[in-house]
């Protein structure tokens, strides 16, 4: 009866992953891992490949927005430089959006302060904020 219980706890592992499959499972673990195990070796023929190329040489004729020449890092960071409205110190903004250089210059300025205390008083007029 052992053989029997030894061949029971036998683990099936995913021949991609390695994680232990479950019930219903014989090779692997999911889609993806199929996929990726039985493309790994793929070779393709010549005239495979020359379809491929000319598939994506007409997407690219099709979408030249997409593929436009990249842009130099410095021009990105000459577009970005800011200078920031609370410390006057000159920086380069993650995001075009961005105005302040820091949050605690956010913390800081004029218009955050101002809009906190705006927000102050009208729970004071509803009765919820003390004052």
Do not use: W
């Amino acid at each position: 009866m052992e053989p029997k219980i030894e061949s029971l706890h036998k683990q099936k592992l995913c021949l991609n992953c390695g994680k232990q499959l479950k019930k219903g499972q014989y090779k692997f673990c999911c889609c993806s891992c199929s996929v990726t195990y039985n493309n790994k070796n793929r070779k393709h023929s010549a005239t495979t490949k020359e379809k491929i190329r000319n598939s994506v040489l007409k997407y690219q004729k099709a979408h030249p927005e997409r593929y436009k020449k990249s842009i130099k890092i410095e021009q990105l960071n000459h577009d970005r430089r800011k200078i920031c409205p609370t410390c006057g110190k000159e920086f380069i903004a993650k995001k075009l959006s961005t105005i302040y250089c820091s949050p605690k210059c956010v913390h800081n300025s004029l218009e955050y302060r101002e809009k906190i205390r705006q927000k102050q008083l009208a729970r004071v007029k509803q009765g919820i904020h003390s004052g």
